[in-house]
């Protein structure tokens, strides 16, 4: 996949040059696990420090600050310190770690590698999604190849640091990767999330250690920022949105695929990378960071006060394009996977289609998700059918608004978000449903067809 | 709460009035110290917390600090600032902090509750009448008190499985089970049976037994009991009757020096089942499903259920009479039960005292202890006897030195209660050489021969004490009549006592508590009604010499040099 002038490549730098493998070799050749070499000859207290001022923000959906996370950690409980790679990309729209894993598996392992040392830990699992059995092998292999070069496993470099890493093959749950959900799966148990407190992975996390989950492209990133140092990293983007983010771009436009960028607006991704909408189409609206995130409308502004006392009044386009920017548009950069809808999307088909996604994958521990989930899919797929009723909008609305904020993990806004924000958004769509099952001449096939042409 | 030093107390406002309570305790508990209620299901005192039903979301705040200073935030009038969170709370996961402030009927608490109840009954079947659990259920009694009264769902409902086995005793009918994991976490912390869990996802979640297991252990019942739905129900008494017609009695588990505390439900003088009775200092809130089948004893075939004279049927007056003539014979020796009450072996103790006994002699009954609820000695009320001083040693299994005293012609007559003395040990031969009088509940070899046999009651047709395992004096209560023919056995003691020594004694439990609690005696200053629901813990420090054979179980920790002495 050639590389766009605009995109800023840290992570994926290699990944798709020509010839470049998934070997060690491949990797050694253009500077791997140059790094480690560099992290076992530091005090890990520096190396923390190094991470906590690249205000490095975890690329895993909430982007919470790395560095504070690791800060966290009980290390006085004479507790093994665990950490754990979520490689459980689960959430529809993104796909940025599967390109890691299957094209630098090593910037992984050394980032892993990096991270441990920093952290004092002496075992780290990659918790890999079930679906991803190639990834898995590629791990596998790298993990090998690793061992034997001594970057992984006893007396790594001769450091007297020891370190091993075990891939975990997941689930097949999307709640799998769910911070604490996974940590219950890996520990061979159902992956119900924990209710926090008082189990805070930090303190309370794996096999009840203190145990640090980080996302694959953040762990990557503790090798940039040893490599360039955490002052150079923070030059990358905005002010607390340090570092490049991989964005994985899918549906109405021209070229879809994923890519690395720091400082751009969403419509430079989106019109300049990504070439705008398909010939004779518009673009309808955007989810900007997996399908769980609120909906942002084409030709809405967006206003309101930056940090420093100044308007902001923005179009789609000029949305920056990152954790901040993106919040202050009312939605959240998650987990990087920007799903573009064009002028042909019905949203309140497209809602139904998450709607059967999320009521599925509910993992059913919580009252309000799990009934409510199930609930919503049944008056969305019923609405698209041509069966809405007009109180149906209202209902929804009610019913999203009794799962938000309600549920032992953040599930429940997965489910609650769509809904409200779609809603919100395009009221008018989910109301044609509705009027046209109280005309009594409505042509009930025409008003299935809403759910294909919008 | 009341032994907490009043300086570790801290201080909560719930819904605007100030209470003190002891650090951890969560605010389901504080509430309830207020004599209020959040409601709950997957909450359960003695359980983990699963936080999983949402039911107790109530509103919490703290007191402010400001970021910059890190000083109290106030109000104006001086008060702390309370920073209200933004989302409800769970009251079972969230434990009471100093300044805590709780709302539980605020708007929002309010709403959160409606909502929690509108989901659970979604994909609910609504047929309240017609399910086994109706009038004990906590979704029944929550949708009347927290719910919108009416249903917005129009949608077709998911329907799960009806009747499933989930073991011997235990039947679930799935389409009820509303997943508050009540069931999957006491197989888990309480019986150490880990094989209930969750299959499927979301609204399809199904309770199920994991592949090749079944919940038979001897604690299956107890997930029927803490079933805040109709979900699980005990096989046994599943659609046998309707609670709101039972009268339930508290009662104490005969199986085994434990004496896990119960209450038995009947109605007109038949029971329907025995669930266990909350005692936090002996069995929590639960009990073996081995204890719940005693009941059955009542109604067996072979019960026993009228009195005899040299084989003849005859009124219990006349049973009694001739029993007093043999017992003035030479050489008695009893055999008493450590199923006997304390009463029952007190007047038992003057019997032997009256007849100068040549023997007392208990039956010892022994079986594995499974370290939560049922104990090694399968005797209810050994330490009755002991503290009654009927006996001063640890009883043996088989009878075999009443059998040496028979057979060297000492012992000539025998009085056995609850026993049968052939199960103990000795011979048809030997029992043709002595005069025998027999109590007992059921036909036994000992009944057949006996030269007097006197038809007694069940612990079910009775009322009386019995001492635990911890020296705790415990009570159970009469729950249905006896069998025409039968006599209480402590009237019958009674009786024959008289008989004996020509006067009158007291033969109901309360005047014979009279007498027990006599000065300088362990009972001291106590009665039969004064005696807690939840027992009295005696000094048994004269009896720490035996070597008591019991182990650790849920809340009884044999010392260390009794340990050693096993």
New interface residues.
Partial sequence: MAVHPKEQRLILKYADEPGYTPHIDSYMEHGGYDMLKKAVTMEPQAIMDEVKKSTLRGRGGAGFPCGLKWSFVDRKSGKPIYLVCNCDESEPGTFKDRQIVHKDPHQLIEGIMISCFANNVAKAFIYIREEMPYGAKILDQAILEAKEKNFVGDNVLGSGYSCDIVVHRGAA?YICGEETGLIESLEGK?A?PR?K?PYFPAVLGLYNCPTIVNNVETLCNAVHILDMGAEEFTKIGRPNNAGTRIWCVSGGVQRPGYYEVAGLTLGELVYDICGGPLPGRSIKAIIPGGSSMKILKNGERYKGKNPDGTDYNWGLEDIPLDYDGIAAAGSMSGSGGMMVLDDTVSIPAALANLMAFY??????????C??????LK??TS?MVHGEA?PEDVD?MLDVAG?IA????CAFGFAVAWPVQSYIAKFEDEFRKYAAHLSDPNADRQAIKELACNG | MAEEKKDNLITVNIDGQDLQVPPGTNMVEAVKMLGKEVPHYCYHPKLSIAGNCRMCLVEMGMPGRDRATGEPMLNEDGTPKIMWMPGPAIACGTNAAPGMHIKTSSPKAIESREAVTEFLLVNHPLDCPICDQAGECKLQEFSASHGRGYSRFVEEKNVKPKRTRLGPRVTLDDERCILCSRCIRFSQEIAKDDVLGFTDRGSYSTLTCFPGKELANNYSLNTVDICPVGALTSTDFRFKMRVWFLKESKSIDFESSVGCNTVVSSREGKVYRVTPRRNDEVNDTWMPDSGRELYKQIESEDRFSYSSVNGSETSAVEALKAAGEILKGEGVAIVASGRNTVEEQFVLKQIADQVNAKGVYLVARYGDDDGILISKDRNPNVRGALATGLISELPSEKLSALGAQIDSGEVKVVLATKEDLVAAGLSEEQLKKVKLVAIDTHATATTKSADVAIAGLTQFEKSGTLINQQFRIQKFHKVVPGPVGSIDDLAALSAILASLTGETCPSVVGTVWEKIAAEGSIFEGLSFKGIADTGVLLDGSAFSGLAFVEGKSLHFEPKLEEAAAE
């Fill in positions: 749950a159902r119900n209710i407190p009521s599925h994958e509910s993992c059913g521990q919580c009252t309000p799990r009934e409510g989930s199930l609930w049944k008056i019923r009723r209902l009794q904020g309600r549920t032992i």
